[in-house]
């Protein structure tokens, strides 16, 4: 448990466990490191992992808005360099497969790999409004309320089914911020300029994206425009997941991100089963 100090002085809290090369862990809209619960020792096993709370969110600092995606991205190399890591593979979900995408614009000395999960590079208007219709109904009403909302959003209409009860009350809790902090994050997402899809013709870093079949709130179609756009990058979809993908088909999540990890590292996949 740690704390880095980013360039306008906020702090970013961060936990490290495991061992191997290094593994930075970004977390998607409203969410802290929790949300990694079924990669935590899973991923340890191969990689020393760094994962963080974002600017708003956990135990990082929550100054007023503005937000924005590149402060975001500065958070993280902050963090790496806390850590005395050069560089490393970064995964970064939802909001943070955005902060991870200008990290492997404007930081790719820093990058080794990306793997971008629940992600797009351009906001539909349909997108917008919702994100807006978030931010306005956590202020007035409360994010557990927001949370409670946005829930077909954010799972898959499989897991719905399967843990019903369960994930109502889990999402709330991990969607748990003050409404500024949480508003100024989809501040920050609606902020960010189309042009980021034509930026990402410049990652170098090898590149692979996930996402779920079931997603609503970033759909297939948006993983794959992302793919398109980064030389070279793979394409990962799991059949029935939603946008929580890495909770609700950690299976399949984990196996598809350590087997493009250890391809990198040694020309071989993964194999074996990697569930929470």
């Known amino acids: 448990m740690a704390t880095a100090t980013a360039g306008d002085g906020v702090e970013i809290y961060y936990e490290t466990w495991g061992r191997g090369e290094p593994l930075l862990l970004l977390p998607g809209l409203g969410a802290d490191l929790r949300i990694w619960v079924c990669q935590r ?11 963080l709370d974002s600017r708003g969110a956990g135990r990082s600092g929550k100054p007023p808005g503005p937000y924005s995606l590149e402060a975001m ?25 955005y902060a ?9 000395e820093r990058v080794r790999s990306l793997v ?26 409360g ?15 499989r897991t719905v089914r399967r843990f019903g009860l369960g994930i109502n009350l889990a999402w709330p809790l991990i969607l748990s911020q ?16 189309d042009e980021y899809c034509s930026a990402l013709a410049g990652i170098t870093a090898p590149t692979l994206v996930v996402a779920g079949t079931e997603d609503r709130l970033t759909p297939p ?5 992302v793919a398109g756009a980064v030389p070279g990058a793979r394409l990962v979809l799991i059949p029935g ?11 399949e999540f984990n196996l598809a991100v350590l087997g493009f990890l250890a391809e990198l590292r040694t020309g071989v996949s993964v194999s074996s089963s990697a569930g929470c």
């Open 41 to 51: 020792m899973v991923f340890g096993r191969q990689h020393r992992c760094i994962a």
């Open 73 to 97: 991205a500065a958070d993280a190399v902050a963090v790496l360099d806390a850590e005395g890591v050069d560089s490393a593979h970064i995964l970064g979900y939802s909001m943070g497969s």
């Open 100 to 108: 991870a995408q200008i990290m492997g614009a404007l930081y790719p």
């Open 116 to 141: 971008l999960a629940g992600t797009a590079c351009r906001h539909h208007s349909w997108r917008r409004e919702l994100l807006a219709g978030w931010a306005a109904t956590a202020e007035a009403r």
């Open 143 to 157: 994010v557990h309320v927001m949370a409670r909302r946005a829930l077909p959003w954010l799972v898959g209409p």
């Open 178 to 193: 003050p409404a500024p902090a949480f508003a100024a994050q989809v501040g920050a997402l609606l902020d960010a300029p």
């Open 221 to 225: 179609a948006d993983a794959e425009q």
């Open 241 to 251: 997941a939603g946008h929580g993908l890495m909770m609700e088909a950690a299976p």
